[in-house]
């Protein structure tokens, strides 16, 4: 099982150039801006910063009608990742922080190249994570992750366009420079900071020294 099909950049690309696309087309309406805004903030905030974030890679994974949801909803409209792949790197960065061996420092591989997933991967080490192994839901997510994205784009798009390019194009672009932001100024100097810019944004993720302090 290679775990970094997550590097789905192709995909988040296209989801950049249909963004670009759909204000072309459709023109910039300031108040659509900012729900479009407001709903990647939440999104980042609950789905993939509580339930994916706190609840999966560090409560430790179970089956659950949640964890059931936020798979799903994140594979529809995240576009970063499966869960188990996310977990993965996530609890790699959380044990080697800002070392040689973490897959996103900064330090050792550029800001740019954290910013845009352009990571440091090793081959996986199943002991990260043991608890996902265990269930074949995510297994089968992550096996089949970038195809089911694609179908549920197809579908989505022949139900309305504008959902694809005014509700997923955004959250998968917000979700990916929310998170590079994070990554970077998290660790700008080669040490854990928090990062008091996006207090009001970000307000679960901007204590990001005594998160990894906790974690």
């Known amino acids: ?76 409209g995240g576009g970063t ?7 993965y790197i996530h609890r790699m960065h959380h044990r080697h922080v800002d070392t040689e061996n973490d897959p996103h420092s900064p330090k050792y591989i550029g800001r740019l190249k954290v910013w845009f997933l352009l990571w440091k991967l090793k081959a996986i080490n199943p002991s990260y994570i043991r608890d996902f192994m265990r269930s074949p839901f995510q297994i089968w997510i992550h096996r089949h992750w970038i195809t089911l994205q694609l179908l549920s784009l ?23 420079h929310y998170s590079g932001f994070i990554n970077v100024r998290g660790h700008w100097y080669g040490q854990v900071r928090n990062i008091p810019e996006i207090m009001f944004t970000q307000p679960a993720s901007w204590r990001h020294k005594e998160h990894h302090d906790k974690f």
């Open 81 to 87: 990742g499966s869960p188990l792949s996310f977990s």
């Open 154 to 176: 197809v579908v989505l798009w022949m139900i309305n366009p504008l959902i694809v390019l005014f509700v997923i194009s955004p959250t998968v672009v917000a979700t990916l």
């Open 1 to 76: 099982m290679n775990i970094f099909k997550h590097h789905n950049l192709a995909i988040i690309l296209g989801h950049h150039i249909l963004l670009g696309y759909g204000i072309y087309t459709y023109g910039f309406n300031p108040l659509i801006a900012l729900l479009i805004f407001v709903y990647t903030i939440l999104y980042n905030v609950y789905i993939n910063g509580k339930l994916i974030h706190l609840e999966m890679a560090h409560s430790g994974y179970k089956d659950s009608f949640w964890s059931y949801f936020a798979t799903i909803y994140s594979l529809i």
